[in-house]
C-alpha cells in the first residue's frame, strides 16, 4: 500500500502543480493573488474525478472572490483519507464504507487513530459493486469467481478497501479467487480484454464511461452480486444497500443486475473554513441541473443530496439544510 500510496501523492502533487501554475499565471495577468483548494478525487478513467472537475467549474464559474477550486487526480478513496488527515487537501470524494471506517478507525483503517474530525458535506451518488467478466469465461454470479483470476483495484482505492471488507465479512479470503491482481482500472479493462484476467470487481456510479469502453471494447458481462451470505451481510451491516444496475444505461434491453451499493460522499475536516464550506454547497446546489447534465452519474443528485442517514459521519454544519 505504501508504494501506490506515495505514487498516488506524485501524480496528486504534480497535477495540483499544473494547475496552480495556469491558474496563478492567469491571476498575476489580473494583479490578483488567488486562493486555492482542492478536491481530491481518483482515477481520471472514474468518475470521481470529472465529477470533482464540474463541481470545481460550478464554484469558480459563481464566486467573485479571488478563490479557485482544483480537482485532483488521486489514487482513491483510501489516499484521499490519509491526504485529508495531512492536509494537503482541504474536500475529496470517498466511498461511504471507507468514510466510515476512517472515522471510527477499523477496517482498512484499523489501528490508527480515528479521524473524529472527518465531516460529510454531501452525498453525491450511489456506487454499485460491478462484477465485469471477460468474454468466455462464463462468470454470471460472484460464486463464479472461485479459482478466477480477479483484479480488485489499487491498495490506496475505496473499491479494494471495500472488496476486501466484502471478504472478510462473506468469510472468505483472497484463497477465494485462484489470483487476485491490483491494477488500475484502464489497466484492468485492457487486461480483461486481453485475456489476461477472468475478472474485475468494481466499485463504481452507473453510467460509467469505464465500464461503457469494456462492453464496448470485448463484449464483457455484468455479472450478479447476490446470493444468501451477501444477503445476510446486507441484513448486518450499515455500509451497504441492495441495488441493480440499470443495464439500459449502456443500450442493453435486459433486466438489471442484482447487487449492493455505497454511497460516494464529498468530505471536509472540521477545521476546514465555515465559509468555503458554505459557499461550496451553495454552489453546487445552484448548479444541480448542470452538474447532471454534465455528469450523467448526477442526474439525480437532487434527490441525493438529502440521503445523509446511515453514513455514520456528522454533517458539516454549513452543510446542514434542505436542498
Known sequence: METITRDGKMKTLFCGAITAFFLAFQSSALGEDLEFFSIGSGDVSGNYYPVARSICEAFNHSDDTRRRCSPEPTAGSVYNITALRDRE????????????????????????LSMSELRVVMPLFPETVTILAGPGTEIKTALDLAGKVVDIGRPASGRNATIRSLLQK??????FFGSVRELEPSTSVSQLC??????????????SKLVQNALSECRV????????????????????QRASINLRLYNIQTDPVTSISVMSTLVTTGDVGNTIVRDLVDAIKASITELGRQQPVLRLMAQTIAETDGLGVPMHPMAQGSP
Open 221 to 240: 458481462m455484468i455479472a450478479e452480486f447476490t446470493g444468501p451470505r451477501i444477503d445476510a451481510v446486507l441484513a448486518n451491516s450499515k455500509d451497504y
Open 194 to 207: 486481453e485475456g489476461s484476467i477472468d475478472a474485475a470487481i468494481f466499485v463504481v456510479g452507473h453510467p
Open 170 to 175: 462473506l468469510e472468505v479470503g483472497d484463497d
Open 89 to 112: 487537501i482541504e474536500f475529496a470524494i470517498v466511498q461511504s464504507d471507507t468514510l466510515r471506517a476512517a472515522y471510527n478507525a477499523t477496517e482498512v483503517f484499523e489501528g490508527s
